[in-house]
């Protein structure tokens, strides 16, 4: 497990464009039969993913995590972002379409990736986080989540919202996480942008096109930086940080957040006015 330290919003500030992705950007996040996790600093979140292709995958706990178990004190979130699978939790298993979500409960033991086909293997995407309770394992198919439509053509910023880990939905303790799909035309993601104090959030952009690219936009509101992301890469939003992007073509992307509340609707509004 790969241990990363974020910059804080003074240090930001100085930094060259190199530095600024060496810090918040996981870029080297899918790799064929890999798991590959990544320690974030900020709320102690990990960013991860599983491509088994030649044969399942065991999620073992690192010695960072000082744990016999990777989810002996975390929970876990994982999507589908690649073919079908399945993901074995302690005996049981879960079918695993493009876009469906499983939410892995404190205590789990023993957790297995595996893809139906290595033609065209399951991407999972993993996120975590500390947990105080446990909550029991759900599976979340993409025709279960909470549906959101915002935005508009005019704006280019028409998306539909899918909440897939979040009450109501999946009983979590501080997870929550869902995608967000661009309609073909818009490319502005999260705009205006907010922040919220109370938690981090990930934004893993998938489903672009080899040769396009996301501008996400990063900082304070009125020191805003870029970080230049291409498919299947991750970047940190700290809590004083705003998260907002814009494409050169249409894109999906999985937020996820961990924090001291799971109120989706907790955000810290601003003015384009506000930008800088």
């Not at 064929?32 to 088994?52: E, H, K, N, T």
């Not at 939003?237 to 961990?258: E, K, N």
Request: one cysteine or more; charged letters at 20%.
């Amino acid at each position: 497990m790969d241990v990363l330290y974020t910059a804080d919003p003074v240090r930001c500030l100085q930094m060259t464009s190199e530095e600024l992705r060496g810090s918040f950007l996981v870029a080297d996040l899918f790799g064929a039969d890999a798991i590959r996790l990544v320690y974030s600093d900020v709320d102690r979140a990990i960013i991860g993913s599983a491509v088994p292709v030649k044969g399942p995958l065991a999620l073992d706990a690192a010695a960072e995590l000082r744990a016999e178990t990777f989810c002996e004190r975390r929970e876990l979130g994982v999507l589908n972002v690649g073919g079908s699978g399945t993901i074995t939790v302690d005996g049981t298993e879960y079918p695993m379409g493009s876009r469906d979500a499983l939410y892995v409960g404190r205590g789990s033991k023993v957790v297995r990736f595996a893809s139906d086909a290595a033609q065209k293997p399951a991407r999972y995407y993993l996120l975590s986080y500390p947990a105080h309770a446990a909550h029991p394992t759900v599976h979340v198919k993409q025709a279960d989540a909470e549906v959101v439509q915002l935005g508009s053509a005019e704006a280019a910023n028409e998306r539909t919202i899918y909440k897939l880990i979040q009450p109501g939905v999946a009983e979590s303790c501080q997870l929550v996480m869902g995608f967000t799909v661009l309609k073909p035309g818009s490319v502005w993601n999260t705009m205006p942008p907010h922040t919220h104090e109370r938690r981090m959030e990930v934004y893993m952009y998938f489903d672009l096109p080899d040769d396009a690219r996301v501008f996400h936009l990063m900082g304070r509101p009125g020191e805003t930086r870029h970080i230049v992301v291409a498919n299947g890469q991750a970047v940190i939003a700290p809590s004083w940080s705003i998260h907002c992007g814009v494409g050169t073509s249409a894109y999906t992307f999985c937020w996820g957040m961990g924090g001291e509340n799971q109120a989706y609707d907790d955000m810290d509004h601003l003015r384009i006015d506000q930008l800088r």
